[in-house]
């Protein structure tokens, strides 16, 4: 039995959606035993990463033969990853088509359902028109996942018959297991910032401008920058940090991220353009579930909403917004909640054990049980 992945982008490629992918390709082989093809809009040169075989989408909709050999299909959706407006049109009669071929169930991952912005930006007068292909893709599938209660909600409004399940985001900088000791033991004054390019800068950007308002328990005297492109703006942000040392590792592995997150306290995530959006949003932030699985605690620039899954709440959100802040006076014990609260709600073996379930392959999973 063979399974397609649908993606934006080849994975390998420092893209977030791609390595979400590969992880569901090597958890499906390894507690399924069934192999999966990766079918990628923007086709890198890479035919195969990990033996999974890499193809461009376009040679799908060209060759009739290739389209029969998949019996389930998982899509990896998201309006940006397959037209720079976020309105990819051209992308419901290729699906439409593939539907019709697939002999088995179709998946859709809604990495998001839309865009929003202001009036000035574009996602604002574009909106209506992502939601209607949002739409039209719930219709073409026969499951849903969407990385939190919220989005859960507002896709059962926008399309009161699809079935929706909710997974978080997980963790593309691995999810290793660690002791107590690990956590406990930990330097309190060691902050990270991780993400991609453009996370990255607006973190460190507010990070310096939040740092007086850092507790003396917390204050950072480390600062790690894992991820994105090599950015000449970041750099020059970080020349002049008094009193801490910083390490900019850009195109970091996830191995050796890994390595760096699992003995560091504190993460800062800008991740919010607006200061009223549900913090549960940050669940589908691949910076954020990287930081919960490590045991890492997430900072925000504002006060936020409660966090929960299934009416499990994770622990805080904490924050520093520049007049006040929210800080867990046992830094320890909130760290291995915050842990542990990854593994029970959001790690990648629950995560494949809902889409082997909703594939019809539960029954042959033996390392996901």
Not at 209 to 216: A, S, T
Not at 287 to 295: Q, R
Request: hydrophobic share 40%; net charge neutral; proline share 6%.
């Amino acid at each position: 039995m063979t399974i397609l992945q649908i993606v934006p982008k080849s994975p390998g490629s420092h893209d977030g959606i791609g390595d979400y992918a590969l992880t569901v390709a090597r958890k499906l082989l390894a507690g399924c035993g069934h192999k999966t093809v990766l079918a990628a809009h923007q086709f890198a040169s890479t035919t195969a990463v990990d033996d999974f075989e890499i193809v461009p989408l376009a040679s799908l909709v060209t060759n009739h033969s290739r389209r029969q050999e998949h019996d389930h299909v998982i899509l990896h959706f998201v309006n940006y990853g397959y037209q720079d407006r976020g309105v990819p049109f051209w992308l419901l009669p290729v699906l439409r088509d593939l539907r019709v071929q697939c002999r088995g169930t179709w998946l859709t991952i809604f990495h998001e359902l839309y865009a929003s912005g202001p009036p000035w930006k574009s996602a604002f007068w574009l909106r209506p028109l992502q939601i209607q292909i949002t739409r039209s893709i719930s219709r073409i599938s026969d499951a849903c996942i969407v990385s939190s209660e919220a989005s859960c909600a507002e896709l059962k409004r926008l399309s009161p018959g699809a079935k929706v399940s909710t997974h978080p985001v997980i963790s593309n900088f691995g999810e290793p297991t660690l002791s107590g000791e690990q956590i406990v033991h930990r330097d309190p004054h060691r902050w990270v910032i991780c993400g991609g390019t453009a996370l990255v800068e607006r973190s460190v950007r507010s990070f310096r401008k939040i740092l007086d308002q850092i507790p003396d328990l917390f204050s950072p005297r480390e600062l790690l920058v894992l991820g994105g492109s090599d950015n000449p703006v970041t750099r020059s942000l970080l020349v002049d940090l008094a009193k801490i040392r910083t390490d900019y590792r850009p195109q970091i592995s996830a191995s050796e991220a890994s390595q760096i997150l699992a003995t560091t306290s504190f993460g800062w995530i800008d991740y919010f353009h607006r200061s009223d959006v549900p913090t549960d949003v940050a669940l589908k932030s691949t910076s954020f579930a990287a930081a919960c699985a490590h045991g890492v605690i997430p900072v925000f620039p504002h006060r936020g909403s409660a966090i929960s899954l299934r009416g499990d709440r994770l622990p805080g959100p904490y924050f520093i917004d520049g007049r006040q802040s929210e800080l867990p006076q046992d830094q320890a014990a909130i760290a291995s909640e915050i842990y542990a609260w990854y593994q029970r709600c959001s790690s990648s073996e629950h995560l494949v054990r809902g889409i082997a379930s909703t594939l019809g392959l539960i029954t042959s999973v033996n390392v996901l049980q």
